[in-house]
């Protein structure tokens, strides 16, 4: 079955140092891939997409991610952790019928001052 | 101000007893859809809706109904509720116009449904 994994529960990062949510893919074809953000006692807000087209994904709040199609990942990334980046981060896929998100299982951020 | 609204935020109920939960959307989306995030499984689709009176099963919809008769609504039916459905519930929407994974979505605040 197709799915997203996020290895990580949780991650934790001092504030200024960089850091790194992981999620790896398993999706037949061309993946279109996602990473979303929940905020405490927010909906989810979208970050970042990757659809085609240039590996490095630039997103909302100076967020990025690589899509690496041999070690099929797709890694969010920071250069500098905030302290209002702390959060729960969902990476997610399309399953290319254009119906159907499909989400992994979340991988909370704590970033400390 | 563009956004999803669900109502009601919290819901204590009992077993058996129907509930609807409202979505409405002010950004004329076509697309529409209901989700429910638990821990560790992080969210589920639930059922969806391409345009109006059209919907579709997504991965859990056993024990949910949904319709769809404007476009800006998308209300979720629990018909007996059970304990197994006590989760947080989110609805979301997307703009119109090209095949989805082009558009993102944008989420409700979320419901928190407790079911005794």
């Known amino acids: 079955a197709q799915s997203v994994a996020q290895p990580e529960d949780q991650v934790n990062v001092a504030e200024g140092n960089p850091l790194t949510v992981k999620c790896t893919y398993s999706?037949?074809?061309?993946?279109?891939l996602f990473w979303y953000v929940q905020y405490p006692n927010r909906g989810l807000q979208f970050l970042l997409k990757y659809i085609t087209g240039d590996n490095l994904v630039k997103g909302s709040y100076g967020f990025e991610a690589e899509f690496n199609k041999s070690q099929t990942s797709f890694h969010l990334k920071k250069p500098s952790a905030l302290v209002s980046d702390s959060a729960l981060y969902f990476c997610a896929f399309d399953n290319n019928a254009g119906n159907m998100l499909t989400f992994g299982g979340g991988t909370r951020l704590m970033v400390k001052p | 101000e563009a956004q999803v609204t669900q109502n009601p935020r919290y819901l204590i109920t009992v077993t058996g007893k129907k509930l609807t939960v409202t979505c409405s959307q002010n950004m004329n989306h076509e697309y529409m859809s209901w989700y429910r995030q638990d821990p560790g499984l992080g969210l589920r689709q639930i059922y969806y809706s391409m345009n109006v009176e059209v919907t579709d099963k997504g991965d859990v919809p056993e024990g949910y109904k949904v319709s769809r008769k404007e476009k800006r609504n998308f209300p979720l039916i629990l018909e007996s509720p059970s304990p197994n459905q006590t989760s947080l519930y989110f609805c979301?929407?997307?703009?119109?116009?090209?095949?989805?994974?082009?558009?993102?979505?944008?989420f409700g605040p979320g419901t928190r449904l407790t079911v005794l």
């Open positions: 999706v037949s074809g061309n993946p279109y």
């Open positions: 979301a929407s997307s703009i119109p116009g090209g095949r989805l994974p082009y558009n993102e979505q944008f």
